[in-house]
């Protein structure tokens, strides 16, 4: 099992920046891909990106592309996701999630951490 728990949110203006942290814990080798995933109010969850645990490489959905960036801190078992250029549309809970054992399917998530970007 995996256990993941999110922090950084808060609450920033538009145009400025955040940085939220995903630190793993437990069975942290079996990871294949960790993923950031957002849900505004009174909408579905949507997939951010994700970072390759072992090789490092990453992939961003088109909304955030060029304004967050997913790097991994080796030495912590830590995922950040640096997010600048906030926009209102950005406002949401922000999840971490790993799928495991080059499954697809994310499985272990964390609780969540709040982002308000006001304009």
């Known amino acids: 099992q995996v256990h993941l728990v999110e922090s950084g949110g808060g609450l920033v203006q538009a145009g400025g920046s955040l940085r939220l942290s995903c630190a793993a814990s437990?069975?942290?080798?079996?990871?294949?891909?960790l993923g950031w995933f957002r849900q505004a109010p009174g909408k579905e969850r949507e997939f951010v990106g994700h970072?390759?645990?072992?090789?490092?490489?990453?992939y961003y959905a088109d909304s955030v592309k060029g304004r967050f960036t997913i790097s991994r801190d080796n030495a912590e078992n830590t995922v950040n996701l640096q997010m600048n250029s906030l926009k209102p549309e950005d406002t949401a809970v922000y999840y971490c999630?790993?799928?495991?054992?080059?499954?697809?399917?994310?499985?272990?998530w964390g609780q969540g951490t709040q982002v308000t970007v006001s304009s």
């Open positions: 970072i390759r645990w072992s090789v490092g490489s990453t």
């Open positions: 999630a790993t799928t495991v054992d080059g499954s697809a399917k994310y499985v272990y």
């Open positions: 437990g069975r942290t080798f079996g990871i294949y891909h």
